[in-house]
Structure formats: C-alpha cells, structure tokens
C-alpha cells in the first residue's frame, strides 16, 4: 500500500488538492496534528471537489501517535536530500511505503530527518526557489512510485467515452 504522510500541513488548499489525488489513486492520506485549518473547512472541500469522500485519510495526535501505529518503508522528501527521489527503488507492491512531506512553511524537523539520512529525498529544482508546492511534491513522487510499479489498480483509459474515443469519428 502506498501511504502520502503530511506533517503538520497548514493550508486547506494543498490538502484538499491532495486528497483528490488520493483518492484517485487508492493511496492513503495521514495527517499529523496540528493542522493548520478544520477538515471541515469549506477550502479543502473546494479543493477536493466531490472526491474527498473517496479519500481513505487517518489524522493522528503527533508525529510519535502516527509512528506508533504504522511500518512500512518511509521516505522522508525534504529540500535538504541528497538523493533524487526517482533514485529509490518503489517496485516492491508487498511494503507498505509511505512518503512523508512536511508544513508548508518549514518542511519536517531536522530531527526527524538526521535519524532517516537514508531515506531523505529531493525534488530536483534550480536555485530560484526553495521547494515545489508541496501538493505539486506529492504529485510527483506519488506518481514515481506508481511508475515503478507499474500503476496498481488505475485505469489506462477514460471509462466514460471508451477505449477508442479518439479513433472513432
């Protein structure tokens, strides 16, 4: 199972962004407290459109509640990695992966990452900007690791209009 973890996310907008690509793709959505708005609010609803109640999401009391209760592999994206994100290997569909992404405003502690160095991943960007949009962050890898393993579950044509709506005239 895929697992999107964010630390303590403070914009309604990004969540709400995030949890339609979840529920998308049958990823799980884990939020660690505190939040910087009320899942209530009629932003993430915005952002969210119609699909948030297809979001599968758990909110947990601080990163040590949410620690508690889950293992897997976790990867830690952080402007301060070394490593690309594209550089892990996600294939294996029998671990539970989790990709953790911090506040929009300071990211995760340095705590959290100097005890992960291993699993600290970068989004490769020029020196313009310090990070991507971390709803753009959680697209991206997301998609890496459903790449790898070779898009579990999702389907490869709009089921709307058919397989063959741009062949038929």
Do not use: W
């Not at 793709?25 to 939040?35: D, S, V, Y």
């Not at 990695?81 to 506040?103: A, P, Q, R």
Request: proline share 4%.
């Amino acid at each position: 199972m895929i697992n999107i973890v964010l630390y303590e996310p403070e914009i309604p907008q990004n969540t709400g962004n995030i949890m339609r690509t979840c529920a998308g793709t049958g990823t799980k959505l884990h939020l660690i407290r505190p939040l910087g708005f009320s899942l209530s609010d009629n932003m993430i609803k915005r952002s969210g459109v119609n699909y948030i109640e297809h979001c599968n999401y758990y909110v947990y009391d601080d990163y040590n509640d949410f620690l508690s209760k889950n293992t897997g592999d976790f990867y830690y994206l952080t402007r301060y990695g070394t490593k690309d994100y594209s550089d892990f290997d996600y294939g294996d569909t029998t671990k539970d992966i989790y990709l953790v992404f911090g506040k929009e405003s300071t990211g995760i502690p340095k705590e959290i990452l100097h005890d992960n160095l291993n699993n600290c991943a970068r989004i490769p960007t020029n020196d313009n900007i310090r990070a991507l949009n971390v709803s753009n962050s959680v697209a991206i890898v997301l998609f890496e690791v459903l790449r790898q393993q070779k898009f579990p579950n999702l389907l490869h044509f709009d089921t709307q209009k058919g397989k063959d709506y741009l062949i038929k005239e």
